[in-house]
């Protein structure tokens, strides 16, 4: 079964490179994940990173729709680790970062069988 990704030629059309993570997102990812800012620019850089179209509804707390995209996001670290984000991307180019956390084995595995297809490309 293949995931629905987009091409990181279209996310990367769109994503400039700022990640925007709020302070209080950012001590959550660190206590209860162990996720640090600088994993996720480092992962983030990988460039057979996968995106997916999330399966959560795309709606804001306060229920209105978002004028962002939401993705989850598997991509590599340089210490050769799988990192799952799952982050919402503005037209303007921002990525506001909701949650993030290590890979388990599945998402391990859709993560290396996706990326060979990119390798292949």
């Given at each position: 079964?293949?995931?629905?990704?987009?091409n990181?030629?279209?996310?990367?059309?769109?994503?400039?490179?700022?990640?925007?993570?709020?302070?209080?997102?950012?001590?959550?990812?660190?206590?209860?994940?162990?996720?640090?800012?600088?994993?996720?620019?480092?992962?983030?850089?990988?460039?057979?990173?996968?995106?997916?179209?999330?399966?959560?509804?795309?709606k804001?707390p306060?229920?209105?729709?978002s004028?962002?995209?939401?993705?989850?996001?598997?991509?590599?670290?340089?210490?050769?680790?799988?990192?799952?984000?799952?982050?919402?991307l503005?037209?303007?180019?921002?990525?506001?970062?909701?949650?993030?956390?290590?890979?388990?084995?599945?998402?391990?595995?859709?993560y290396?069988?996706?990326?060979?297809?990119?390798?292949?490309?």
């Open positions: 079964m293949a995931p629905n990704r987009i990181n030629d279209d996310f990367n059309r769109i994503f400039n490179g700022t990640v925007i993570l709020a302070p209080n997102i950012e001590d959550k990812l660190h206590a209860k994940h162990k996720v640090y800012r600088d994993d996720l620019y480092d992962a983030l850089g990988d460039p057979y990173r996968i995106v997916l179209r999330a399966k959560q509804a795309d804001v306060n229920h209105s729709i004028k962002g995209i939401l993705f989850e996001i598997l991509c590599e670290s340089s210490d050769s680790h799988i990192l799952f984000i799952v982050a919402r503005f037209d303007n180019g921002h990525l506001y970062i909701i949650t993030s956390y290590w890979a388990d084995q599945i998402l391990q595995k859709i290396y069988m996706e990326s060979e297809v990119l390798r292949d490309e």
